[in-house]
C-alpha cells in the first residue's frame, strides 16, 4: 500500500495544478471582457473609437439611403467621383434655399475612385469606395468652426487628428459666402 500512496498525491498534485492553471487562463480570458462590459455600461461617449478626433462626429447611420444633393468629381491624383447627400433637416434648407444650414444639418461625401466601365469604354462608374466625409451643423458644439463639425472616414475608421485639423481653414476660406459649404443643390 505504502509506495502507492505517494504516487497518488503526485497524480492529485498535478491534477491540482492542471486546474489551477486552467483556471487562471480563464480568468486572464474574461477579465478584459468583463472591464470592457464595465466601460461600456459606463458613461462612456457612444462608440469614441469611432468618431472624429477634435469633433467627435461619428458616421450618421442610414446616409447610404439619403437623398442626392450633387455629385461631384475630383481630378488625379485623387481621380475621384463623389456624391454629397444629406438628411431631411439639410434638404429642407437646400429647397428652401435657407441660409445658415439649421442645426441639425448633416451632409455626407462619398467618393469612390473613377473606374472606366467594362462594358462601355467612355462610361465612368464607381470603383472601390475610398472615404466618407461628415459635416455636422450644431451652431452652438461647434462654434469656433462655424457651427460644423467634421469626420472623415476611412473604411469606417475616423482618420488621425492632423487630418481633421485640416477641414476647417480650407471650408472657411472658399465656401464662407455659402455657410462654408461647398456643394449647391443639382438641377
Ligand atoms: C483643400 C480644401 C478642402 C479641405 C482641406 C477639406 N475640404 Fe471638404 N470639400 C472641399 C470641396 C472643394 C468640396 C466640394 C465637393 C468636392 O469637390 O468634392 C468639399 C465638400 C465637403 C463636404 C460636402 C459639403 C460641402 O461643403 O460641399 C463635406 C461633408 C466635406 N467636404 C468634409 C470635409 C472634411 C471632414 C474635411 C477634413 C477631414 C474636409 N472636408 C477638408 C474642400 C476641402
Known sequence: MTPVEPETKKRSYATAITLGMLLL???LTCV?????????E??????AADASPIFGVTIPAGYKQWELIAPAEEAPPLDEL????????????????????????????????RKQSPEFASATVPGVATTVQVMV????KYAATGGWGFGRFIDGKP???AQHRTCWGCH?????????VFTRLAP
Open 42 to 47: 459606463g458613461p462612456a461617449p457612444d462608440n
Open 159 to 161: 482618420v488621425d487628428a
Open 137 to 140: 451643423k450644431d451652431s452652438k
Open 172 to 180: 472657411e476660406a472658399r465656401a464662407k459666402s455659402h455657410d462654408y
Open 82 to 113: 463623389r456624391a454629397v447627400v444629406g438628411n431631411q433637416t439639410a434638404i429642407d434648407a437646400y429647397q428652401a434655399g435657407k441660409l445658415p444650414f439649421p442645426d441639425g444639418t448633416i451632409l455626407v461625401k462619398r467618393a469612390w475612385k
Open 25 to 27: 487562463v480563464v480568468l
Open 32 to 40: 478584459p471582457y468583463l472591464v470592457s462590459i464595465a466601460l461600456a
